[in-house]
Structures are given as structure tokens and as C-alpha cells.
């Protein structure tokens, strides 16, 4: 009787060891998968399919031991939806990526001081989202009421997952921009040549546009300030350029400058009526706040600065210094 004791506690841990084995075996087995592999677990896919789908693959070798330890821990069969990028690592540690939802990130970046037509164009060739953006009635769409959508999309790198839509990335842009141009008109100066916070933004996309150095922002937005205190037109390049759209070839003419459309301040008094492109945090600040200055004039000195001048007299000075460069620069090559 003893013996018969002895022989089933032998084969009890026997079979106990071997269990471990396979355990540990099961937990430490990898998954052979390419480097940066992609996979997309579709809505309701269970965990017996998702093993099948990767023995399909040869990624593992069976399924039976996978499906054994989910019987014994049922949150391995919490699979959610999306888009995964798997790796050599453990098949559990996959798996558990897929419980947790470790979606793959994909990311859109907005510049300062790019223009709508090419934020437009960027997104629609964005990996992995859902393009539904509309044809007409865009600023409706993203921002929910009648807004021309130029320069209401902030300046930054804006994550989503795959079969995120293409709106919903450009309404957090939008919600962003919002948020930070509210915050920026509560700490406005208190008296500026305008009335409203769009007026604001419209300004900031010209002092974006205009800005070669950082730096020089707060200047950029005090001569604009300036100018318009004074009645002056702005006579700036940059509205003249975006009134041009489509027609401008790289190269802005004297006649470009003559040409009368709703943007070219050297024909209209005050704003335009919409920005010109998409303003950075800095440029909505130094609109909002610009600093207190005598300068009314600023030329390119062809280092990425600008001189800046009190009087037309000075100013056409710079202008000529500026010339004397481009002729020197020209020689040299």
C-alpha cells in the first residue's frame, strides 16, 4: 500500500513538473512576427479566432495551450479593436497590448504659418484616416458654426489612431486654437486698434507670415500696431500673396502689388477679412500685447531680419541698403 502511495505522489509531481514546463513554456514563448509588424483587430473578434489568425500567419504553432491559459485567466480574452503594431516579444505580452488597447499612434503636424489649402492638402494623404472631410460647408463641419476656416487651426503635432477621422483631428486643432485665443484676449493690452478676437487672429497670421526671426514678433505686431492707430494701410507682401492664391508664381511683381483683391493691403484700409494662415501661440500673444514703439516701417536686411524706422526717411534708406545686398549677393553668384 505504501508503495501504491509512494508511486501517485511520484507521478502526481511528475505531472506537476511537466505542467510547470509547459506553463513557463507557454508564457515565455515568443511571437514570430517581422519587425514593425501591423495588425488590425476588427470589431468582435474573439480570442480563438485572433489565435487562429496568427497560426494562419506561422506566427505561433498551436493554439491549445494559448486557449488552456485563457481558461485560467479570462482577461486575456478582452480583446478591443483597433490597429497594433506586434513585436518578437512574448505572445502573452502581445496579446496583452491588445487587452489594454495599446493602439498604434500616428501623428499630424500643423506649421506655423502654414496656409489652409496646404494643412488640406497634407490630411488627405494622411496614413490610416477616415476621409470625410466636406467639400463645401468645411468651416461648418469642423467648427460648428458659419467660419471661414483659415488661420483657426493651431500650430502643433496632433495624435490619433487608425480609422480616427480626418475631421475629429482638425476639430481638436480648432478647439486648441480657440482655447488659446481666448486666453490670449483675456491678458490683451488695454487699448488696441481693434475691436474683436478675430480681428486679433487676423493679425497674428500677417505678424506670422512677416516673421523671419522670433524675436522679432513683438516689432512686426507694434508697427502693424502702429499703422493702423495712424490710418495707414499695412502694405504687407504676404496679404497681397494670399490674394493672389492659385495666380501667384513665387515671384511677387509691382503690378501684384497695384491689383485690387479683398487682401491686398496696399489698396485696402485696415484688415483683410480673414487670416492669411495659421497663426502660432507667440504671434496671437505679441497681437494681443504689442509693445509700445515709434516704428511704422520695416524692410528685410536679408539675414532673416529686419530694419526697422521711425520715418519714411529712414525707411528708404533700409530699402536701399537692401538693395545694395541683393545687387552684392547677385555678383557673388
Known sequence: MLRVIISIVLLALLVTGIGYQQLQSTINSTLAVPEN???????????????QQWLAKKW?????????????????????????QLDEGTVLANIRRINQGQQVSFSFTIIEGQMLRDVLSNIKVAPHLQQNLQATELGVQITGVEQHLE??????????HANDSASSVLKRAYQKMQSVLDDAWSQRADVLPYENQYQAL????????????????????SVFSNRLNANMRLQTDPTVIYGLGEDFDGDIKRKDLTTYTPYNTYRIN??????????SKA???????????????????????????????????????????????NKLD
Request: some cysteine; overall charge neutral.
Open 37 to 51: 509588424t501591423l495588425f488590425a483587430v476588427k470589431k468582435g473578434t474573439g480570442f480563438n479566432q485572433l489565435c
Open 60 to 84: 505561433l504553432e498551436g493554439c491549445f495551450r494559448y486557449q488552456v491559459l485563457a481558461k485560467l485567466d479570462p482577461s486575456l480574452t478582452d480583446l478591443k479593436a483597433g490597429l497594433y
Open 151 to 160: 488661420g483657426w487651426l493651431f500650430p502643433d503635432t496632433y495624435h490619433y
Open 202 to 221: 487676423i493679425l497674428a497670421s500677417i505678424i506670422e507670415k512677416e516673421t523671419g526671426l522670433a524675436s522679432e514678433r513683438p516689432l512686426i505686431a
Open 270 to 279: 485696415g484688415l483683410p477679412p480673414t487670416p492669411i494662415a495659421m497663426p
Open 283 to 329: 504671434a496671437i500673444l505679441a497681437a494681443v500685447n504689442p509693445p509700445e514703439s515709434d516704428y511704422v516701417y520695416f524692410v528685410a536686411k536679408g539675414d532673416g531680419s529686419h530694419q526697422f524706422s521711425k520715418t519714411l526717411k529712414e525707411h528708404n534708406k533700409a530699402v536701399q541698403d537692401y538693395l545694395r545686398y541683393l545687387k552684392q549677393l
